[in-house]
């Protein structure tokens, strides 16, 4: 497993930073099952929190836990692309090691409004990560896959031409209540013209190379 911390100020140690819900993310618990087990004793494959499918070979979510991991199996993923600034929880990088799946880490911090500054330097370089298909199928995720996630899915989706109404649309179905004009703004304003000459569509095989 290779670990890319990318961007700038990727964490301070001892500071203590907040995620969209205001709660300290050191207290983010893992799960102390593995894999739910259903009544005949067979295991259950659990979705991370708001897992979607983005496009071929891109999947979004909340920040996994270990009850996950055999959900995420199945993925065949060879990258995952973190979007909170602290550092990997241990259980979830021994995960990424004995899988063989890259760690790209983009530190954007999780505010509530007004207090909300997305850089948009790290939304581009993480789009690049996304862009490239040789890091498919990767998964994006923040905590909680509705803030940062959503920016970034939504970016993703101006340069794939859709509509912003459209955009805005998805965006909302995973924030819901906490939907935020700030990060709609954001993704209206997001200037995709550095990105075009990358692809935008994707077709993958599920097989690791």
Known sequence: MKIENCGRDMWKENEISFDEDLEVIHEYKISSTVAEIDRDGEELFVPPLNFAMVDNGVFRSGFPDTANFSFLQTLGLRSIICLCPEPYPEPN???????????????????????????????????KVVLDVRNHPVLIHCKRGKHRTGCMVGCL?????????????????????????????????FDVSSLKHLPSSFSYSTQKR
Do not use: H
């Open 93 to 127: 990088t021994e995960f990424l090691k004995s899988n063989g799946i890259r760690l790209f880490q983009f530190g954007i911090e999780g505010y509530k409004e007004p207090f909300v500054n997305i850089p948009e330097d790290m939304i581009c370089e993480a789009l």
């Open 157 to 189: 989706r101006k340069l794939q031409r859709w509509c912003l109404s459209s955009v805005f649309d998805e965006y909302q179905r995973y924030a819901a209540a906490k939907a935020r004009v700030s990060d709609q703004r954001f993704m209206e304003l």
